[in-house]
């Protein structure tokens, strides 16, 4: 069972920002990912409609033997992980705005949360937010556009950064010493959001942390990879597969495969 892969899904390519802290804290793992892009963005779309792209896209990894699968996807993690740890065994891992430690952390009492719609309406977000930021004012903004952004390879595009400059300043203006990425594609925006934001602003991303519950989860489960065997990283995407590997050439120099479905 511990040489079995690891899936992780994303409703596209933000979830690489997930992938490559897993390769970086679990190297010898063989992982199996799969990007949704034909049907992405997720943001706007109904619980229904994302519990069935999600149950659909499981099943192709289980089908894969997974052994457990990484839902990189904070909209899709709002929407269907109960559902999904209701209905299948394997363990699943999900993404979480980190708002405990930026809640914990600030010194203007003010942060602010750069998320989509669907995660904003999730219950992880709603209960996370009434335990841990009693104290502090949170400050909450969709972040309109930016998936689309990063799918479509517009990062370095000039428009991006007044894009983002235009999202944020309100932010800014509220005191926030921390800005906390609610979205998987948003880490991939960090190197302007640090030319964009004030020295003070803590850039939160949440990929690292929740890499370190997947450890501990494999762990616990006795299901660590251990061999010393070169791991295996398999893409599969509904979407553009030359802007997945281009992605990817940018992220990695490691092997892998690319298929479309």
Not at 32 to 42: E, F, L, R, T, V
Not at 86 to 109: Q, R, W
């Amino acid at each position: 069972m511990s040489n079995k892969p690891i899936g992780v899904f994303d409703s596209g390519l933000g979830g690489l920002s997930v992938w490559r802290e897993l390769i970086k804290i679990l190297p010898n793992e063989n992982i199996i990912y799969y990007a949704d892009s034909a049907n992405c963005p997720y943001g706007q779309k109904s619980k229904e409609e994302i519990i069935d792209l999600a149950k659909r896209i499981v099943e192709f990894l289980l089908q894969k033997e997974c052994k457990m699968i990484v839902v990189a996807c904070n909209t899709a993690t709002a929407a269907a992980i109960d559902f999904l740890r209701e209905n299948y065994i394997v363990p699943f891992i999900g993404m979480e705005p980190a708002i405990k430690p930026a809640s914990l952390n600030s010194k203007t009492k003010s942060i602010a949360v750069l998320a989509t719609e669907g995660t904003f309406n999730g219950r992880l977000y709603l209960e996370t937010s009434a335990r841990f930021a009693k104290d502090v004012k949170i400050n909450i903004k969709v972040g309109d556009g930016l998936v689309d952004i990063v799918e479509n390879d517009l990062i370095n595009e000039e428009n991006t950064r007044t894009h983002l400059s235009d999202l944020v300043q309100p932010l800014v203006n509220q005191d926030i010493d921390h800005l906390v990425l609610g979205c998987t594609h948003y880490p991939f925006l960090i190197p302007i959001l640090k030319k964009i934001l004030p020295r003070k602003v803590k850039i939160i991303d949440p990929a690292p942390a929740v890499v370190k519950q997947a450890y501990r989860v494999l762990e616990s489960n006795q299901i660590l990879n251990e061999n010393n065997i070169p791991p295996g990283y398999v893409f599969y995407t509904s979407g553009n597969e030359i802007l997945l590997d281009r992605f990817l050439k940018n992220l990695t120099k490691k092997k892998y495969n690319i298929y479309k479905v």
